[in-house]
């Protein structure tokens, strides 16, 4: 069972290395789905923030930004090991979903 804001390796091979990383945005009431919802963190080298649409996100050492308006579904069965829970950064991540969403 995934957390919502756990963070996972990217299972996809094609992007790995400008998109390290997934996070789950889904929340833990649809986890009977067979997919989750997830958004990218975009290497620091290969993006231009765009300020609260894309919020830094630490994992490790690595400087990684939040890149929502590439929102994806990923099988839940390829999401196993989470590297981090991105709760801490729940405020942040949540005013990025809104912006994308209503522009406001």
Same mark, same amino acid.
């Not at 789905?33 to 620091?44: S, Y």
């Not at 929102?71 to 950064?89: D, F, K, Q």
């Given at each position: 069972? @995934? ?32 997919? %989750?919802?997830?958004? $990218? ?7 231009? $923030?765009?300020?609260? #649409?894309?919020? %830094? ?5 690595? #400087?990684?930004?939040?890149? $929502? *308006?590439?929102?994806? @579904?990923?099988?839940? %069965?390829?999401?196993?090991? $989470?590297?981090a829970n *991105? ?13 994308m969403? @209503?522009?406001?």
């Amino acid at each position: 069972m @995934t957390r919502q804001f756990d963070a996972f390796a990217n299972p996809s091979r094609a992007g790995k290395e400008e998109r390290p990383f997934i996070v789950t945005i889904q929340s833990g009431i649809w986890d009977q789905i067979a997919t %989750r919802i997830c958004v $990218p963190l975009i290497d620091e080298r290969f993006i231009r $923030p765009q300020g609260r #649409l894309n919020p %830094r996100i630490i994992i490790g050492r690595r #400087l990684l930004y939040f890149h $929502p *308006l590439e929102v994806l @579904t990923v099988p839940a %069965r390829l999401l196993r090991n $989470p590297v981090a829970n *991105l709760e801490e950064y729940r405020y942040q991540i949540v005013s990025a979903l809104d912006l994308m969403i @209503t522009g406001i």
